[in-house]
């Protein structure tokens, strides 16, 4: 079946850092694939998608670039403020088996923090 | 902007009680999601609504939950008897059709004592 792998957290980072999440995939076919980002106490938020190979969404000044070759589809950002702590999920979204409807699978989440 | 409503946002009860929790999806949203996400974990899908209709339960623990959407808006989960292990985040989402995004509501937390 579909499964999704993100690195383990917390991730800790300094204000200005350099920030990459990995997320790799397992999926038949051409999934679609987002970041969701959680902030504490509150809901999921879509970060960004993209829904075929080598595109690139963006947001925030977030990046993730679909790679069908390597199954993946890292999350970066140039420069983290202190803001963007928070908890990031990656996801895909594929017919399921029946093809009757979209399946979504997350991942486990990985923990942001970043400090002044 | 609109948004995926729940109630209520926060909910305690005692084990073998009954809970209910209500969300209401965007507008014109066909496609409605009930997740459990235990505290430090990515969230688990327990229902998917397409309208009205089931598509997918496969996660949903039957002899105890049971998830509704009568007329194909809003929706009703229901937990009876609650268990300790039913305390989490239970989140609700709403897609249009198609490889498209989810939005989500708030949440409600329960914790059972």
């Known amino acids: 079946g579909d499964s999704v792998t993100q690195m383990e957290g917390p991730v800790t980072l300094s204000e200005e850092a350099f920030l990459t999440i990995n997320c790799t995939y397992t999926a038949t076919g051409y999934p679609s694939l987002f970041w969701y980002v959680q902030y504490p106490g509150e809901g999921l938020q879509l970060l960004l998608k993209?829904?075929?190979?080598?595109d690139k969404g963006s947001n925030k000044g977030f990046e993730a670039t679909y790679r069908k070759e390597t199954t993946s589809f890292h999350l970066e950002k140039g420069s983290v403020q202190v803001s963007d702590s928070a908890v990031y999920f990656c996801?895909?979204?594929?017919?399921?088996?029946?093809?009757?409807?979209?399946?979504?699978?997350f991942g486990t989440g990985t923990k942001l923090q970043v400090i002044p | 902007e609109a948004e995926v409503a729940q109630s209520p946002r926060y909910k305690i009860t005692e084990k073998s009680q009954a809970v209910a929790f209500w969300c209401d999806p965007i507008s014109g949203h066909a496609t409605l999601y009930w997740y459990r996400q235990i505290l430090g974990q990515g969230p688990e899908l327990l229902v998917q609504?397409?309208?009205?209709?089931?598509?997918?339960d496969s996660q949903l623990p039957k002899d105890r939950f049971s998830a509704e959407r009568l007329k194909g808006v809003d929706s009703t989960l229901k937990i009876q008897p609650a268990e300790l292990g039913d305390s989490a985040m239970y989140l609700c989402a709403s897609s249009l059709e198609g490889p498209t995004a989810q939005y989500f509501g708030p949440g409600t937390r329960l914790t059972v004592l």
């Open positions: 609504f397409q309208d009205e209709s089931v598509v997918d």
């Open positions: 996801a895909l979204s594929h017919n399921s088996p029946s093809g009757g409807y979209q399946k979504v699978t």
């Open positions: 993209a829904t075929k190979a080598d």
